[in-house]
């Protein structure tokens, strides 16, 4: 009887990109999102700031504005900062 030792195992079907590629993109689409709520968020709180107190003056919108696209920013400048860190023990750690 002859051993069977056939390899019927089907290949692992691979993604079209790789995966630094698709971490990549999630990254920026995150980023892009975040800024656009953000932006709203902060233009929209600037033009009710402007509304109810400044006697609809245009700066506070654009301020408020500033102020969300800022923090947008800043975090997916630190997302991007994160990956590149290495840890205690030399490995990187890739954090979503």
Same mark, same amino acid.
């Given at each position: 009887m002859a051993d069977e030792t056939s390899n019927n195992t089907a290949p692992v079907p691979r993604t079209s990109r790789p995966m630094s590629e698709a971490l990549l993109n999630e990254k920026w689409d995150r980023c892009l999102s975040s800024f656009l709520i953000r932006s709203g968020l902060g233009l929209?709180? $600037?033009i009710v700031f402007s509304v109810l107190l400044f006697k609809r003056r245009a700066w506070? @919108?654009?301020?408020?504005? $500033?102020? $969300? @696209? $800022?923090r947008a920013w800043e975090e997916c400048d630190n997302s991007f900062?994160?990956?590149?860190?290495?840890s205690r023990d030399g490995l990187r750690v890739i954090r979503p």
């Open positions: 929209s709180f $600037g506070p @919108a654009f301020v408020g504005l $500033g102020f $969300g @696209a $800022g900062k994160r990956a590149t860190v290495p």
